[in-house]
């Protein structure tokens, strides 16, 4: 039997033999507001006693803090994909077994957009319905009549785009249950369509106000290393020079999240392994005019780098490196309406990093200014947290134990309503 197929076969198991994942999302709803009363009760006495100051004044000291009913809302996914589970566990010795669903925050403050560049999705997969898509083509899209909401075929990696979407925005794989997925189609991967992908991009934001409220996540690059004054000379590597000016205007509006690559096992010209980010357009991050551009790498779902994984090391530690799982990883598959992929790579690490940081930013945990993103705010948020002594600082959505608590063994054999049910009592 094929690896996906013996996959797909043990997750329906868990999904009550649906040909489908049957994820059973649970909505409740968490009220901090009281918290918030009592908190400043206390501080308002606290002024009172030591200050000797009037009650009439204090409306002059806690200014526009009118009492308006605010509220958390958190959804519970069970089954959920491992990786899923990965990124919602909270820091703790706990294993992953003890948090067997996936809790995100459903409570959407603002519209965010994940622009997706590369080459379609199989929007008939069951992945999508009811999910806000959006296409967006390229110029050469139109002209080479790829305009259609279909997957461009594509000899190396057919699906590839279909699955990094997925795991973006997927109503059962992706990390993202907010965000609008933005499809932004190439008819491939050539020199001139990639030449024209990012200004694609920041055209179509800047013309419906959404700078602010986009994040584009790219799991493709150069095939051979390409070093910065190498774009710099130009010759056979204009393109990508036209790249980099594209991404500059780009980030400024957004931000852009680029797959690592996965040549950590492969040599150079002279000999050492490829460990270090060295393909385009991913080596533009490490650039100092970039300031919301991040590289993802990918981690198993213990925490530790990929053998294959290639991530930010010396000289460019000190540039935006996020790590995410991406390590057989389940996405929607691109021949099928409701049939699985299981894939391996950094360019499945990155969708599902931008997916966390979309929600995040829909939930208004990332602090702003300009209305734009705050750069450090950025990373503050995506640096996560370590699981293993020998492992990287894996993402993860921020949902504490008080919302996702780890269950013991008794309660992971009860039903799904027990397991909603231990969620909501602890919160």
């Known amino acids: 039997m094929h690896a996906a197929s013996i996959y797909q076969a043990l997750f329906a198991s ?13 909505e409740y709803i968490i009220y901090p507001i009281d918290d918030l009363n009592v908190f400043q009760s206390d ?41 899923l589970r990965v990124i919602s566990q909270p820091p703790g010795p706990e294993r992953l077994s003890r ?20 080459l379609g999705i199989n929007a008939n997969h069951i992945d999508f319905a009811g999910r806000h898509v959006e296409w967006l083509y390229t110029n050469r899209a139109k002209f080479t009549r790829h305009a259609i909401e279909t997957e461009s075929p594509s000899a190396q990696k057919p699906g590839h785009s279909t699955c990094t979407a997925s795991k973006a925005a997927g109503k059962d794989y992706g990390s993202s249950r907010l965000a609008t997925l ?29 700078w602010g409220q986009s994040i584009v996540t790219v799991s493709w690059g150069s095939k051979l290393p390409i070093r910065i004054e190498d774009v710099d000379r130009g010759g056979r590597w204009s393109h990508w020079r036209r790249v980099r000016a594209q991404v500059e205007e780009l980030d400024p509006l957004s931000i852009v999240l680029f797959a690592a690559g996965n040549a950590a096992q492969k040599l150079d010209q002279s000999g050492r392994e490829r460990r270090n980010v060295d393909t385009a357009p991913t080596i533009f991050a490490v650039q100092s005019t970039m300031f919301r551009v991040l590289v993802v790498s990918s981690v198993d779902n213990g925490g530790r780098l990929w053998r294959t994984s290639q991530a930010l090391l ?53 602090r702003e200014t300009s209305g734009m993103p705050y750069p450090g705010a950025i990373m503050t948020y995506a640096r996560g947290w370590r699981r293993h002594v020998d492992g990287e600082s894996v993402m993860w959505n921020h949902v504490n ?27």
């Open 14 to 26: 868990f999904a009550f033999l649906s040909p489908c994942i049957a994820a059973e999302d649970v």
């Open 43 to 83: 501080k308002l006495d606290q002024v009172i006693k030591d200050a000797a100051v009037n009650p009439e004044e204090i409306d002059d000291i806690f200014p526009n803090e009118p009492l308006v009913e605010q509220f958390e809302e958190y959804t519970a996914q069970h089954p959920a994909p491992e990786e």
């Open 99 to 118: 948090y067997p669903s996936y809790v995100y925050r459903s409570d959407s403050q603002k519209q965010i957009f994940i622009y997706h560049a590369e």
């Open 182 to 210: 933005v499809v932004v189609k190439m008819p491939d991967l050539s020199p001139l369509s990639i030449s024209e992908v990012f200004s694609t991009i920041t055209d179509h934001i800047l013309e419906n106000n959404r």
């Open 314 to 366: 010396k000289p460019y530690t000190g540039r935006w490196n996020a790590f995410a799982p991406g390590v057989q990883i389940m996405c929607a598959a691109h021949d099928s309406t409701w049939d699985i992929g299981i894939k391996t790579g950094t360019s499945f690490a990155a969708p599902l990093a931008a997916g966390i940081i979309a929600d995040a930013m829909a939930t208004n945990q990332i």
């Open 401 to 427: 134990k008080t919302y996702n608590p780890p269950l013991n063994l008794l309660v992971q054999s009860l039903s799904n309503e027990t397991l909603v049910a231990t969620a909501a009592a602890a919160a």
